[in-house]
């Protein structure tokens, strides 16, 4: 027997935004609330996983010192090439410093020492005896680091290429697991407001 062709998904509108977090996407007798953040990043995530293109780097306009703790310093020492990989120019600078010359181009210059921390305690926590779910959880933060945040507000165009993602099935969790999206019938609502 032949399988049961899909049902075609009713049209949607993105209507707005809730506290510059939540996107608000009408479809049929439903309202959808997409996290901007988890779904940005798990495309990230996804895109970064794959590795089909290079992560885009930026060269700094003065290379930046970053002090870390003696066990950070030693992991992220240790772990140069990966950290290449991520798009990072990092070399030793003596004394518990490394000196940055480049980052990921989507990094704002301020997050550099944050995320080299973050990256450093994944590892720790991660540990050596398994590289590949040191190698998911650097991912997990660069993938984090790289995507919209949630009350930061957002150009239109962005919102519907992230919904459109999102309503196409191909982003339905974020990397932690937690769905991107909620529904909320419109029954649903009414008996909120004693309609139904």
Request: charged letters at 30%; a negative charge; proline letters at 7%.
């Amino acid at each position: 027997p032949q399988p049961e062709p899909e049902p075609p998904q009713e049209p949607w509108m993105v209507r707005g935004e809730l506290f510059h977090t939540y996107v608000v996407v009408e479809q049929g007798d439903k309202a959808l609330l997409i996290d901007k953040h988890a779904a940005h990043e798990r495309i990230n995530f996804d895109r970064m996983k794959a590795g089909t293109e290079p992560i885009m780097r930026q060269q700094l306009l003065s290379s930046a010192a970053v002090d870390l703790a003696q066990e950070q310093y030693e992991v992220l020492l240790d772990n140069l090439p990966l950290l290449e990989e991520f798009g990072f120019e990092a070399e030793d600078f003596g004394a518990g410093s490394l000196v940055v010359r480049a980052a990921p181009a989507d990094l704002e210059a301020g997050m550099i020492r944050e995320t080299l921390e973050e990256l450093a305690d994944r590892l720790l926590t991660a540990g050596s005896a398994d590289p590949s779910a040191a190698r998911d959880a650097m991912l997990h933060t660069m993938a984090c680091k790289a995507s919209i945040k949630g009350g930061w507000k957002s150009d239109p165009a962005e919102l519907q290429a992230l919904v459109d993602r999102v309503q196409s099935g191909e982003v339905q969790f974020c990397p932690h697991g937690r769905p991107v999206k909620v529904r909320v019938s419109k029954y649903e609502i009414e008996k909120m407001f004693k309609r139904a």
